[in-house]
Structures are given as structure tokens and as C-alpha cells.
């Protein structure tokens, strides 16, 4: 059973940030710092005293906050070891396969290097939920910034592997668009076209689409889907490897 309550507010252009608080301690963290009066406000709104940042990676739209939040707060600031050098104000440094622990709340530390070299992502289990930062999201996945294509299939497989039932909390509402892309390449998916639609019903109504399920990525986002026999066929790679497919699928969503 887990103790995690998370509040998700709109940040930014586009963006998604994400306060999560142990209610068994009090404690309360902000996933990244996109906007500092986004998150002030979300604070005020929850009644939430802010303990922690925990950074997924180094961009300014996900760490900029870092150091006037943590001067405001006196918060303590996560992150990845391997990046450290460019996370403003890193106080805690980890490592894939530890743990962070939030009060009662516990979260697993995956390395997901592809759209930084120093991506990571925090799963906690007993909760069913992972914030994965630009990695994954919903129908898409992040740009190759700083990896190859390689270790961007490693880090999705990684987080494929993750239950089902898992919520998936992603950065950025970019999901309409990743849409269109996806039923370009897989248009024969069912799957796909039903949540198209359902997708453009929601933003219509101005409701977020995050968060996402695993599963629910695993059925219907292409880049999660290079063994698919249709995208295969789209791309004209039958057959060929799985990353292969894969870096053939984001070149094409680059110019998409």
C-alpha cells in the first residue's frame, strides 16, 4: 500500500510539473523545477512544504528552478551521479539501482540515458508510479540530444518492464501531436486510432493526457513498438532489428 499523492499542474508552455508528497511523513517533493512560480502556486494550493528536488535531467525547462527554489526553501536537491556537473545545486547524487526514499515512500533509480546522457527516472513501486521526465512519453518518446539510438531502446525497454498498471508521469503535453505521428507510421493499429480520438476529445476540453500507463504505451506508442509487424511494414523494414526500427522511427518523428 502505498503513501504517495501527487499533484500535477501545468508549467511553462507545455510543460507538466509534478509535487509528490508522503503522507505517512509530510514530506513533500518537486519533480524538476520547470517554472518557480508554478510550483510556488501548487504549494500554496496543496498546503505543502517543499523538502526535495528530484531532477530527471539537466535542461534548463527541468532545472532552472533549481537554485531560487532551494535559496526560497532550504530544499535538499537530487540527481543523477553521471551528471552532477550540470544539476544547479545537487546535494544527493544517485546511482542506477538506488533508492530514494521520501518519508515512507520509496523510489527505484533507473539510468535512462538517450535524451541526455544523464537521464534518470524514479519508480515507486508500492505507489505504481514513475516520473520519467523527456524519456518516455505519452506516444512518443524523447529527442537523441546526447545518446544513440541503442541506448535510448535500452532505457525504454527498462521502463517497458515496469508493471503494466503503472502510471507514467511525463514532462510535457505533447501528446496530440505524437498522435498524428504515430498513426502515420502504425495506422492499422486499433488501438491507436481509438486513443487518437479519445486524445483529441480530451484536449478539447482542455483536460491533460498525462498520466499515461505502461501498458497503455506498450499497446499504441511506436516507440515502444519496433517488433510491431505493421510499423515494420510502414518503414519498409521487415524483419530488421528491433533498434534498427527504432532509430528509423525517431529519425522520422525528427521530421515529422
Excluded at 501527487?6 to 518537486?30: C, I, K, Q, R, W
Excluded at 505543502?48 to 525547462?61: A, M, Q, S, V
Excluded at 515507486?124 to 505519452?138: M, P, Q
Aim: aromatic share 8%; with cysteine; proline share 4%.
Amino acid at each position: 500500500m502505498g503513501h504517495l499523492k501527487v499533484h500535477m499542474f501545468p508549467a511553462l508552455s507545455d510543460n507538466y510539473g509534478f509535487l509528490a508528497h508522503d503522507e505517512s511523513s509530510g514530506l513533500t517533493a518537486v519533480i524538476d523545477t520547470p517554472e518557480v512560480s508554478a510550483i510556488e502556486h501548487a504549494l500554496d494550493v496543496t498546503g505543502w512544504t517543499l523538502n526535495y528536488i528530484l531532477n530527471t535531467h539537466h535542461h534548463f525547462d527541468h532545472a532552472g528552478g533549481n537554485l531560487e527554489l532551494k535559496e526560497k526553501t532550504g530544499c535538499t536537491i537530487v540527481g543523477a551521479a553521471k551528471d552532477a556537473a550540470r544539476i544547479p545545486g545537487i546535494d544527493l547524487e544517485l546511482h542506477d539501482g538506488d533508492t530514494f526514499e521520501l518519508g515512507q515512500s520509496k523510489a527505484a533509480i533507473f539510468e535512462v540515458p538517450g535524451h541526455t546522457s544523464g537521464h534518470i527516472a524514479y519508480w515507486f513501486e508500492a505507489d505504481k508510479t514513475a516520473f520519467v521526465g523527456d524519456t518516455l512519453f505519452a506516444l512518443g518518446c524523447g529527442r537523441l540530444f546526447e545518446g544513440t539510438p541503442e541506448q535510448m531502446w535500452t532505457s525504454l525497454q527498462k521502463l517497458m518492464a515496469l508493471p503494466d498498471d503503472t502510471l507514467v508521469y511525463c514532462a510535457h503535453e505533447y501528446t496530440q501531436g505524437n498522435a498524428r505521428f504515430a498513426l502515420s507510421v502504425e495506422p492499422q493499429n486499433a488501438q491507436l486510432v481509438a486513443r487518437s480520438k479519445s486524445i483529441d476529445d480530451a484536449r478539447a476540453r482542455n483536460e491533460p493526457t498525462v498520466p499515461t500507463t505502461i501498458g497503455l504505451e506498450k499497446s499504441t506508442n511506436p516507440f515502444l513498438r519496433p517488433m510491431s509487424e505493421g510499423l515494420q511494414e510502414t518503414l519498409n523494414m521487415s524483419g530488421a532489428d528491433l533498434v534498427d526500427v527504432f532509430a528509423e522511427t525517431r529519425a522520422r518523428k525528427d521530421q515529422f
